[in-house]
């Protein structure tokens, strides 16, 4: 349901741009209610950014699961095709030999982590076997492979909530290493309202790092397009009465309009 959207949209389209050309761009974490399409919304965005050349991740974060263990094997996936790139080969090598540095040395803490290994761990590279120094040292490599490649990396990561404290502290603090040294990559996150505090309690400069977007309930306007556009693609059309009766009843909420 992406009615009424054009602006988030292109609120992530210009961060990407700005990361492409050198520029500095705030990370963003999509929040609202549940029904409003905050998964369907990110979809898409990935799917727009791919089209123009950029490398995502996509993660759907579930309760029990640790964010090493989900993050590895898309950062593995992401790192064997920039290092098809001629440009960023040597580059992405390093990252995929941090890459295993990183799962080796966390393995006894996060015991889920299960990921190939494409190249040996270098050693002192992202296997310190603490989870914020480490990921700081691996998404820097990832950063390095993705601007050698002219290329942005963008990691998608839905039902961000679930992520524990101390696991989402240290991917906090690892994009603000990045962002500090101007390298090409991002989190688009969606989640629940409480994120924002969650983000605040994980690390206190949250707040300068990220833009939170509100992803709410459609408008009438944008709930009548959300209705009639997919209806006539389909040779179907709703009387004006029957359209302004369904938005009153959803009061514009997606997934209900869905329904």
Sequence with gaps: M????????????????????DNSAKSLILVGLRGVGKTVLPDRMRSDAEGTGIQTL??????????PAMLAP?????????????LAKLVSQRALRALAGFAKGLKIKFADI??????????????????????????????????AANSVMVMFIDELQYV???QFGALIAALHRCAHLRLPITLVGAGLPQLLALAGEAKSYSER?????????????????????????????YTNEAALAIVEKTQGYPYFLQE
């Design 2 to 21: 992406l009615a009424g959207r054009d602006a988030l949209r292109e609120k992530v389209r210009i961060c990407i741009e700005r990361l492409r050309t």
């Design 114 to 147: 299960e990921v190939g290994f494409d190249y040996e761990p270098e050693p002192g590279l992202a296997d310190n076997g603490e989870l914020e120094s480490d990921l700081t040292a691996l998404l820097v490599q990832a950063g390095e492979t993705a601007k």
């Design 58 to 67: 996509r993660i759907e974060a579930p309760e029990n699961k640790s964010l």
């Design 74 to 86: 898309e950062l593995r996936k992401a790192l064997l095709r920039m290092s098809t790139i001629e």
């Design 209 to 237: 790092l990220f833009e939170y977007p509100q992803v709410d309930k459609l408008n009438t306007m944008a709930a009548l397009d959300a209705l009639r556009k997919p209806a006539q693609q389909r040779g179907v059309s």
């Design 164 to 166: 524990k404290e101390d």
